[in-house]
């Protein structure tokens, strides 16, 4: 998992990723992306703002670019609302790990 933090444009809202999400939750990172173009259609919200590209490793070496989302605090609690306690259990421990690493 990576532990570091990301942020969007140059100011220091944090974020989590879209693939963080799907580790954290045992989701298809495929199935995250959907939920999140989703919920942000159905908020009215343009997705590009929060569209970003992750290198990924391959298994047998190198990268690859993978298409993801960077979304706020308010946003992934949002988008994991409508999964099960567990999945969001997680995602708030992890926040809470993420805003203690920026103090």
Do not use: C
């Amino acid at each position: 998992m990576n532990n570091q933090l990301i942020t969007l444009n140059t100011n220091t809202t944090l974020t989590m990723s879209s693939r963080e999400i799907a580790e954290l939750t045992g989701k298809r990172h495929d199935n995250v992306m959907a939920d999140i173009r989703n919920m942000l259609d159905s908020l009215n919200l343009m997705s590009p703002e929060f569209s970003g590209i992750m290198e990924v490793p391959m298994p047998r070496g190198g990268t690859r670019s993978v298409e993801v989302f960077n979304l706020p605090k308010d946003l992934t609690i949002t988008l994991v609302s409508g999964y099960n306690v567990k999945m969001r259990y997680a995602i708030t421990k992890r926040w809470m790990e993420l805003e203690e690493q920026a103090k």
